[in-house]
């Protein structure tokens, strides 16, 4: 089942996992800004977002949302939406005077922190893709739904260990003490790519 090319494409998945996108630029700044307690909590929320839509596409949902393209676009539109507002507020947060500490990161108790990172997550019509796509490519013909939720479990593991990972490595001192001294420049690339990623949602082909 788990054969070297799978562990090949594995690979490749926690390389992408751990590549700048709006998962990992969320869990940095607010671990950044607000510590390693809140940044594990928004990570937990996006995990829980990250499982929902793998989950799905093990059941073959993801078939049913592409086969009916309102459900798509609803998911879409909301996702590119939220993006466009965490640019706005990043690049509001690059404006405030130097020492100022506010923008980028989720505010919020516990629960907020959780709905935020799961929100951020199941709202972005990449997941799924990425899911059903991952499934497509690593699943035998004629797999069975334990196959499917074996691998399931295997590429969730590599999701766990990049998104903690994130809130452990830019929760540390000296990446904070960096953070602190650039924080503009941060902001404006979180901005910059918030704002990116809410134009490719917007104008991504989805068949």
Do not use: C
């Amino acid at each position: 089942m788990f054969t070297f090319e799978f562990m090949l494409i594995w690979v490749g998945w926690l390389m992408a996992g751990g590549s700048p996108g709006p998962a990992t630029l969320s869990i940095a700044g607010t671990a950044m800004q607000r510590g390693r307690g809140p940044a594990l909590i928004v990570s937990l929320g996006i995990l829980a977002g990250s499982a929902s839509w793998g989950i799905a596409a093990a059941l073959g949902l993801s078939a049913i949302m592409l086969a009916n393209a309102w459900i798509f676009e609803i998911v879409r539109y909301f996702g590119a939406g939220y993006l466009l507002w965490l640019a706005i507020k990043a690049l509001r947060s690059a404006t405030k005077p130097a020492g100022a500490m506010s923008g980028t990161p989720f505010s919020g108790g516990p629960k907020t922190l959780f709905a935020k990172g799961m929100a951020l997550h199941i709202t972005n019509p990449k997941a799924i893709l990425s899911w059903g796509s991952i499934y497509a490519i690593v699943a035998p013909a004629g797999a069975t739904v334990v196959d499917l939720f074996g691998y399931f479990g295997v590429l969730y593991a590599g999701s766990i260990m990049i998104f903690i990972g994130y809130a452990f490595l830019f929760s540390s001192p000296w990446i904070v003490a960096g953070y602190s001294r650039a924080r503009r420049w941060f902001d404006l690339a979180f901005a910059g790519f918030f704002g990116f990623a809410s134009v490719k949602i917007l104008t991504a082909k989805l068949t």
